[in-house]
């Protein structure tokens, strides 16, 4: 048994973070058992919102230390997110509760609502465990499943009270919620960012796949971390497909997967390069049982012969197409996770109902231009617009500088400034670029391709204040409709889910739905994008994947999806409309060249 690099030396904390999907809980959880297994004490901390590490281990595991019986000098503790975030608001809210308006305290509780929130309430409850040596003084290792963004980091860092700033602002979609309760622990915190950022007791691991997407995302990271102190960062690379399992005359898609993979790498951003890496491969099941755990950082041996290829209904994103196109016009969102693939499930979408003769504007804030490229021009009645993200973000925090800054002494400024590189601020800004299109869909189709969150339109409503205050102008009596309205009806406005068969993106996208629902948004349906399953794969290796997506897909059929359209996993990127339109039928994995994992 050979350790990887990342377990050289190992100090007393391990953090592991990257995007959704990528793998890091069975990484931290795999990592957490070699280390118990090599005779140390242990706690493995869950701060991941969609946490999966007690159906990883299969027992119950909750917000108290929990030893793992089956394996000796290991014990688990998960932090509820929720729970830590509503016990978090409450001591913000609860002594203005009954002072304020309740309108200004039903604003507070919204800004309080959001991913942000969550994230550092996350941060408050693990604090101890970095700061507070006599109730840690059991474990060797402490490892961690999900580190805090660079975001929060600087979030905490910041000196000062936004008390009296939210206080004389409420309403304004922004994350300054989060920050005004920090100030009583700003000496723990400054405590644990000095622990975060000494290499002699603590390790990042950056987890990835090897895709473009996750990749870019692990270089964002690494460039945060970095820019806040955190320099020394490791990058494992999670699911390659082996070589042996990519024989072009046994499989052509697992051959294509492969030289992807490999192209990908060979492409890695340059700030990842110096980055000590492992590489783990692609493993026949899912993660979950210590047999399953023990072999994710070992080498597998598959049988030379595929199994029977896993039974899967026909699910056809054409049949939504269909449905969609019935109406003659409208909106469509679709939403959903980085790197499930929403932009190209949003292109294939706009070509099929341009093809089906309906006049389509398809709006983007995909990055890869070759896909805007390959579409304007390419079939009559297509409208493709590119959404530059950074332009509509440098708009906003000017316009909000010039407004809610305009009063503010320097340090406030410095404070509001930082607030406004949030993830919220992002949403915000581009959904307001989105919605300078929306009126055309009474007339034609509108396809967006990144929308906002439920939080973040709750946050562009204003817990309804905006709704009310038009309500009031136009006086009893009188019809009006407000972006909200437009939203929340589903004759206007189709909401569509975008997710992959894997457990942590179907949580993720579970967790978005109930967001929606609670901003009074029902989503209209479910894409399950890139199933193996779907493929027909002959590869040993991929026909047991395939056979894992079943209980995925069955999951999403559980939780009510309305409509259900599951899209092949296919083995090139999108080139052209004939590969977009291909994406429709539910071809098989090679009539067609798409990459959906490229968005």
């Known amino acids: 048994m050979t350790n990887p690099r990342f377990l050289d030396d190992t100090p007393r904390f391990l953090f592991f973070t990257g995007k959704g999907g990528v793998g890091k809980t069975s990484i931290a959880c795999a990592t957490a058992v070699r280390l118990a297994d090599g005779g140390a004490s242990v706690l493995l901390v869950s701060t991941d919102p969609a946490s999966n590490v007690g159906q990883v281990f299969g027992v119950g595991i909750g917000n108290t230390v929990t030893p793992i019986d089956a394996v000796p000098g290991l014990s688990a503790l998960e932090i509820d997110p929720e729970q830590a975030a509503e016990q978090y608001r409450e001591r913000i809210v609860g002594p203005v509760r009954g002072r304020l308006p309740a309108a200004q305290v039903a604003s507070i509780e919204e800004q309080l609502s959001g991913a942000c929130t969550t994230e550092i309430a996350s941060f408050n409850e693990f604090t101890e465990l970095l700061t507070d040596a006599a109730w840690t003084a059991a474990y060797d290792h402490i490892v961690f499943d999900t580190a805090p963004t660079g975001h929060t980091i600087r979030l905490l860092q910041l000196p000062g009270s936004w ?53 870019a ?76 755990l023990r072999s994710l950082l070992e080498p597998e041996d598959l049988p030379g012969q595929p199994g029977p290829a896993p039974e899967l209904a026909p699910a056809p994103l054409s049949a939504l197409v269909d449905e969609i196109a019935a109406g003659g016009h409208g909106l469509v969102m679709l939403m959903g996770k980085g790197g499930v693939g929403k932009t ?14 309906h006049h389509v504007h398809l709006t983007t804030t995909d990055p890869a231009a070759h896909l805007v490229d390959t579409l304007v021009g390419g079939l009559p009645g297509l409208e493709v617009s590119r959404i530059d993200p950074a332009v509509e973000i440098a708009n906003y925090t000017d316009r909000v500088m010039r407004t809610k800054g305009a009063h503010l002494d320097e340090q406030g400024k410095a404070m509001l400034r930082e607030d406004l590189r949030s993830p919220c601020t992002e949403e915000i800004a581009v959904f307001q670029a989105f919605s300078r299109v929306t009126r055309e869909a009474k007339d034609s189709f509108v396809i967006m391709d990144t929308a906002p969150t439920g939080h973040t339109l709750l946050l562009l409503d204003a817990t309804g204040s905006y709704h009310r205050e038009i309500q009031r102008q136009m006086g009893p009596g009188m019809h009006f409709t407000t972006p909200m309205m437009k939203l929340q009806d589903p004759e206007q406005t189709k909401v569509i889910l975008v997710t992959l068969a894997e457990t942590t993106p179907v949580l993720e996208a579970a967790e978005l739905q109930d967001d929606l629902i609670r901003a009074g948004i029902a989503p209209w349906a479910w894409i399950i994008n890139n199933s ?38 296919l083995a090139a990127e999108p080139v052209g409309i004939p590969s977009l339109l291909a994406l429709g039928d539910g071809v098989p994995a090679l009539a067609a060249t798409a990459d959906s994992r490229s968005s």
């Open 217 to 292: 995302e692990a270089a964002r990271t690494q460039a945060e971390l970095a820019a806040i102190g955190m320099t020394r960062q490791y990058l494992v690379v999670n699911g390659i497909l082996p070589e042996q399992h990519a024989d072009s005359a046994v499989d052509p898609l697992a051959a294509a997967i492969r030289a992807r993979e490999q192209r990908a790498l060979a492409e890695m951003p340059e700030a990842l390069r110096s980055a000590t890496t492992d590489r783990v491969a692609l493993k026949s099941t899912n993660m979950v049982g210590l047999v399953a």
């Open 532 to 569: 193996i399953a779907a493929a027909a794969p002959s590869s040993p290796l991929l026909r047991l994947r395939a056979a894992g997506e079943l209980s995925e897909i069955a999951h999403v059929r559980e939780l009510k999806a309305p409509r259900l359209a599951v899209v092949a996993l």
């Open 163 to 215: 008390t009296d700033f939210l206080t004389e602002g409420t309403g304004d979609a922004s994350c300054l919620g989060p920050l005004s309760g920090l100030e009583k622990q700003r000496a723990v915190y400054a405590e644990a960012v000095a622990a975060l950022s000494d290499p002699a007791r603590t390790r990042l691991v950056l987890v990835a796949r090897a895709q473009r997407s996750t990749l």
């Open 344 to 357: 190209t499930m949003a292109a294939a979408i706009a070509v099929q109902l341009a093809e089906r003769g």
